[in-house]
């Protein structure tokens, strides 16, 4: 009798239509909300926030699944989990977005002046924004959004206002007249970190710089030859015997005509061209360096623009490449030009527009970074703060340790306008308030135009986001959530992002921001290769998402995973997931119908009541939680995806399945039908529990229509699959390895000899006793599997008649083919199947032995081509070994 269904699943999936219902679904039933009061240990993560008017890249896609697999899975495991969002300002990105529409308008933000340009800006993250956060809730992210923040909304202002006040209060905080990066485009002042340096093919000239006595004077080697306009130095390395005696004379800096000073200084390679540098301290961080050390004059030469300012005379109003082009002719007019020699060497380039960036003496502030890296650097030694992988810890350690001041000032609109004003005296007033009208016109006030480097508010993002505002300093979200648990981010904002997160939680709040930084790598594509429009193999995780679905995106970007190391990616891995979530899709549609409406009544089955298949996959079950809670402890979660896919694909669907589906028929309403039905449905609800982090809608849907969950059920918060040490069974898990093994080899035997499964065969075994005693326990599974009519052990085979044989671990099979094939026929056929795969071998080694083929051809092609070798010997070495087998040939 047909069991009655009441829980039935689609015969296709479908996760376009699965995937928004259901986090639909999740927001409004709040499965994503905390509270500090809720029970569990606290368990927190801070997404990091991208720009407020972006959008979603395969990065964000990382990102996102990873964190979402971290939060997902404490949350089973009963931790108050806490997943916080929130956006970022993102001054000069956004404000370069809008002024590139107010272009095409004809109009600049000048023209509008900074109050009206600031409504645009305003109106445009209006508009725009918004648009990742719906992204991210494609992909299926847990986030609290009822905690996401803006890191320029009022809460945020007020924050970032008291860490200035604060910091500037404790003199970390200065102005002061130094030689910073300049971005000649965005006209502001960049820090270290935002810096790109490319290697680039440039120049090295040779210029002479005649002595102020008549004399020959010295040879310099510079790259960039315009900048000499601005030299107040020659300098030479003080144990170079070649200068000795020019050392305190002068020489005359052509084209300008002003005499200047060689000078001896430790910093000088005399390897590098002649031995002798010039020395420009307005336009080069060394040469401020050695200008500081010998007190020389910085002349700076160039206007905001990069053109020559009047310190260039003739050149002046010449872009800055223009003037070395002319410099050099003008030289070369005067035979001071030496010679000009290709070189490659590294060019700062601005990270949001990749202009050259030009080094510029500038009046800009800055926070004084060595009282503040000190306290990181012993949370990093101690351990209070660790890196998975721990090697990331040295070079972050390293770059701490030598840090330079952060110029912190920009010459922009958007952001954080710095809360300094000054007086008609030229005071400076640092305020946490706004000064009243009668401040401002009794002292003549005006405000410093500058914002912040958006880095600033963004470094505060761990404990803001808690609700810390410097007016608010300890909320019931504080005293449970921070410390965070771990912060998950790419090896490449380190420097960035996680050192200054880590300086000013320790200021400000007294303890680390998170506990562990956990560094994912890079998303290539399946070659390797870095992700570029040029390269032309940029994946649009949304696009993936509408192919494929969500979880298939996911799975695929963590089975790839591995902390620290970049991450392959091609579309036939998430085509392959996707085929992944099929399979789980039908194997629940099997479970359900063979589990019906028995389902409450099922009961663990007694020990004994178990067939071998049943506590084969028991076993399996335990040993591959085991695995992944290890995993999980690690943070490997390409090896939790990579674990879990083996036991619910190659053991669950591909052995344990099969064997099920021929002890759950209608007719097999018997204690053994059951103890089948009940063990079909346990591994397949904890296989969802554990998969659940890593593919969210797909196990949600599962395991609610297999558990016939009402509305307020949800797997999510289900709880993690125990321990279950007893579970362990090595002689099950031996047995039925010897069952796969002998299963696998019949079903070759009968696919060479093109035997269909219909056809019934008999199997001679030859074994020692306790093989034997193995097999015995797993003939059942092999008969049913392999469509064996007869089995038997003997000592030796004493049968007339061809033989088949199949050798396995421990035994030798042997097939009586009498009455089973046409031997001539056999013959014949095998004959064939050799003479095709010589052919074939023929063929794939004759492309090899082409040198041309082989160095020429792509690589992934003349892999497959060996890979085809390969596989096409094997073959004719089976063939040839069943006709020496049945035929002596």
Sequence with gaps: MARAMTRTLPKIYDPAEVEPRLYRWWEKRGFFHAEPDDPGEPFAIVLPPPNVTGGLHIGHALVASVEDAMIRHARQSGRNAVWLPGTDHAGIATQNVVERLLADEGVSRHDLGRERFLERVWAFVGEAGGIIQHQHRRLGTALDWDREIFTFDEQRSRAVREVFCRWYDQGLIYRGYRLINWCPRCHTALSDIEVDHVDEQGELAELRYPGSDGADGVVVATTRAETMLGDTAVAVHPDDERYRDLVGTTVLLPLVDREIPVIADDHVDPEFGSGAVKVTPAHDANDWEIG???????????????????????????????????????????????????????????SRCRTIVEPRLSDQWFVKMTPLAEPA????????????????????????ENLHDWCISRQLWWGHQIPAWYDRDGNIHVRRTDPTPDEVAELGLQRDPDVLDTWFSSQLFPFVNLGWDGEVTDTLELRTWYPTAVLETGYDINTFWVSRMLMAGLSMMGDVPFRVVYNHGMVRDGEGKKMSKSFGNVIDPLEFIDRYGADALRFALLRASTAGQDAPLAEEWVEGARRFANKLWNAARFVLLAVGDTAPALQEPAPDALALEDRWILSRLEDVRTDVDRAMEEWDLGRVARSLFHFTWDEYCDWYLELAKLRTGDEAQTADGDAARWTLRHVLDQAMRLLHPLMPFLTEEIWRTLHAADDATTIQLSPWPAPAPSRRDAAAESQFAALVEIVTELRRFRSDHALPPSRKISVIAVAPPARRALLTGALDGIRRLSGVDDWGFTDEVAIGGPLGHVAVDGADLYVPLTGLIDLDEERARLQRELERARGELARARGKLANDAFVSRAPADVVQAERDKLAEWNAVAERIGAQLQTLFGE
């Excluded at 070189?343 to 700062?348: D, K, L, M, P």
């Design 292 to 350: 500081q050390r010998h007190d020389l004059p910085a002349v700076n030469i160039f206007t905001e623009d990069a053109r020559v300012n009047e310190q260039g005379g003739p050149y002046e109003g010449l872009d800055r490449f223009e003037a070395r082009r002319k410099v050099k002719d003008d030289l070369d007019a005067r035979g001071l030009l030496v010679g000009v020699a290709p070189r490659t060497h590294s060019v700062g380039h601005c």
């Design 377 to 400: 650097i012993a949370a990093v030694r101690d351990g209070r703060t660790r890196f998975i992988p721990e090697r990331n810890a040295k070079t972050f350690l390293a770059w701490l």
